[in-house]
């Protein structure tokens, strides 16, 4: 009987532990200043120019603390810093070759610790949309961006509002988990027209 009433108490503490809310919980206070300590300490003996990536801007520190859920206040801040920070083609033309973007859009190589410096740099973009009814394998993180292009009427402000969002996501969307492929340098301007031309351009399967 002893060992009944024991393997029950154990039950029933159990059962408490798994049912208690949050607001019944005490929850711990964690501090920012030690993770930082702490996550600075893992990766102490990276190269120099892999120290910044460590480093959270104003943006990213907001969208941290509010689980990317920023205040309608802090997501316009975020929206009007990170589109002022966007560096539009001096020739004012948003569209490249849509055959190289088909192929920034296709490779995901580049930018590891394991790659060479020479390495191409693709955006990997079908790891999260899909773009060309031909492409049977992607990703669904992200809307689907078949007819892209047509969809926008190919209108010339579309383009320049997608070159923004490959640039920087964040100047479209605050706290977007999408890349900032122009802000961080990971892609070049030239790859980021190209890849506009494969959503925009009329040729492209994207609009097929």
Known sequence: ?????????????????????PTQAQQPQIDAATVDRYVASLWAKIPEDWKQRNTQDETQKI????????????????????????K????????GDWKKGQQVAQRGSGGQFSDQA????????????????QELSYGTLGPSLLEYGKL????????????????NAQSQLACSTM???????FLTEEQIKDAVAYLFDKDSPVNK
């Open 1 to 21: 009987m002893k060992t009944v009433l024991t393997t029950l108490t154990g039950l029933a503490a159990i059962a408490i532990l798994t049912f208690t809310s």
């Open 63 to 86: 969208c941290s603390v509010t689980n990317n859920q920023p205040t309608d206040a802090q997501a316009k801040a975020i929206t009007a810093r990170e589109l002022a920070a966007v």
């Open 88 to 95: 539009f083609p001096a020739d004012g033309k948003m569209i």
């Open 118 to 133: 020479d390495t191409y740099r693709g955006g990997n973009c079908y790891a999260c949309h899909q773009l060309s009814r």
């Open 152 to 167: 926008k009427d190919f209108k010339p402000e579309e383009a320049k509002a997608a070159f923004a969002k490959i640039y």
């Open 179 to 185: 890349p900032r492929f122009g802000h961080t340098g």
